[in-house]
C-alpha cells in the first residue's frame, strides 16, 4: 500500500478519509446485524457517555445479586467527531475529524479491534477480520474535503453499476435515487438534518441546505 494512504497526523483540527477492508476482500458485514453493531459502536465511542447510574446491571455471583457498572469501552467524544461514513459487504470509509492530538488512532484501533472481536466470536472465527493497518488519507484542502464527501457517499452506486465513472452511458438518475436510499451510509442524515453519529458542526459549510447536497452528487455523477 502507498505511503500516502497509511498518513498519521497527529495534530488536532485535522480531518482523515479513513478506511479498510476485509482480509482477502472477506464479508466484513454479513447480514443487517452487523451493520448494526458496528454503527452502534461508532455511536458508543462518538457520543456524550450516558450517566454511570443509567448503565448499571444486576450481576449474579454464587446465588448472589450484586448491582454495578459492567466494563465499558473508551469514549471519544469531543476528541474525535465524525463527518461522513459509507459501509459496504467487505469495508468500510470513515471521515472523520480529529479534535484533540493523537485520538484518531487510537480510536480507529479500539472500533476495529472491538468489531473484529464481535465479528469472530459470533461467525466462530480466529485471526485478523481486516487487512492490515488501517489506511488514513490526511484532507489537507477545502477541494479534497468536498471531493471526499461525494466519494465517501457515492461509493455505494458501484453496488448497482461496478464500472458507473467509466460508463459513457450510466443512468444518472437510477444511481442517485440508490445512493440516497442506501440504508449504511450518512447521507440519510444530512437530508434529514437529523444527527445521530454524525457531528458535522466542524465541517466546513459547503452545503448549506439538502438541495446542495443533491447538487454536488449530481454534479459528481454527471462529470466526464
Given at each position: 500500500?502507498?505511503?500516502?494512504?497509511?498518513?498519521?497526523?497527529?495534530?488536532?483540527?485535522?480531518?482523515?478519509?479513513?478506511?479498510?477492508?476485509?482480509?482477502?476482500?472477506?464479508?466484513i458485514f454479513a447480514n443487517e446485524a452487523d451493520y448494526q453493531v458496528f454503527l452502534g459502536f461508532l455511536e458508543d465511542y462518538l457520543s456524550a457517555?450516558?450517566?454511570?447510574?443509567?448503565?448499571?446491571?444486576?450481576?449474579?455471583?454464587?446465588?448472589?445479586?450484586?448491582r454495578g457498572v459492567p466494563h465499558q469501552p473508551k469514549n471519544y467524544f469531543n476528541k474525535v467527531e465524525l463527518i461522513a461514513y459509507s459501509l459496504k459487504l467487505d469495508h468500510f470509509h470513515?471521515?472523520?475529524?480529529?479534535?484533540?492530538?493523537?485520538?484518531?488512532q487510537a480510536f480507529i484501533r479500539s472500533?476495529?479491534?472491538?468489531?473484529?472481536?464481535?465479528f469472530n466470536k459470533k461467525y466462530k472465527r480466529t485471526g485478523k477480520l481486516c487487512e492490515g493497518v488501517f489506511k488514513s488519507i490526511h484532507a489537507n484542502?477545502?477541494?479534497?474535503l468536498k471531493y471526499l464527501y461525494s466519494y465517501?457517499?457515492?461509493?455505494?452506486?458501484?453496488?448497482?453499476?461496478?464500472?458507473?465513472?467509466?460508463n459513457k452511458n450510466r443512468n444518472i438518475t437510477n444511481l442517485l435515487k440508490y445512493v440516497f436510499s442506501y440504508p449504511y451510509s450518512s447521507l440519510k442524515e444530512y437530508m434529514n438534518l437529523k444527527f445521530k453519529i454524525l457531528n458535522p458542526t466542524p465541517f466546513p459549510a459547503y452545503f448549506k441546505?439538502?438541495?446542495?447536497?443533491?447538487?454536488?452528487?449530481?454534479?459528481?455523477?454527471?462529470?466526464?
Open positions: 500500500m502507498p505511503a500516502k494512504n497509511l498518513q498519521r497526523v497527529t495534530e488536532s483540527g485535522t480531518y482523515f478519509h479513513v478506511y479498510n477492508k476485509g482480509i482477502e476482500n472477506r464479508t457517555p450516558k450517566a454511570l447510574e443509567s448503565k448499571k446491571k444486576d450481576f449474579t455471583v454464587n446465588g448472589r445479586v450484586f470513515l471521515l472523520l475529524h480529529q479534535k484533540t492530538q493523537k485520538s484518531l472500533l476495529c479491534t472491538r468489531y473484529s472481536m464481535y484542502s477545502d477541494n479534497y465517501i457517499h457515492l461509493n455505494p452506486a458501484k453496488l448497482i453499476d461496478k464500472n458507473w465513472r467509466e441546505k439538502p438541495s446542495d447536497h443533491k447538487r454536488e452528487l449530481f454534479e459528481w455523477l454527471s462529470f466526464e
